[in-house]
């Protein structure tokens, strides 16, 4: 009986894990999105990793889709004041063009 909520407690710590994965350079938010939530299904484990300095989560059973939509929104919602733009346009072509 013992063996029983041995194991039992041991699936429990598992299912309560989350592990921390790091994105490559270079790396699509909806690939990376993908690759996070079938590892979270499939070991059914929380799994974080940061992306363009938004801290996201996949857990099992969420979606790929609405977690690479929802770090694009957070991602423009916290850049967005401090968003600079290097324009490669010469001087006094297109200066009507809001800032």
């Known amino acids: 009986m ?5 194991a039992a407690r041991k699936v429990r710590a598992l299912t309560n ?3 921390l994965i790091e994105p490559a350079p270079g790396a699509d938010i909806s690939c990376v999105s993908e690759d996070a ?5 499939l070991l059914k484990i929380t799994v974080d990793f ?4 938004v801290k996201c989560r996949a857990v099992p ?5 609405q977690l690479a939509d929802r770090q694009q929104r957070e991602e423009a919602r916290t850049t ?9 346009r010469v001087d006094g072509v297109g ?3 809001s800032k």
């Open 17 to 19: 894990s989350s592990i």
């Open 37 to 41: 939530q079938r590892i979270a299904d």
């Open 80 to 88: 967005a004041p401090y968003f600079k733009l290097a324009s490669s």
């Open 2 to 6: 013992s063996d029983e909520t041995s």
């Open 50 to 53: 940061p992306f363009n300095g």
């Open 61 to 65: 059973g969420g979606s790929a889709t």
């Open 95 to 97: 200066e009507g063009l």
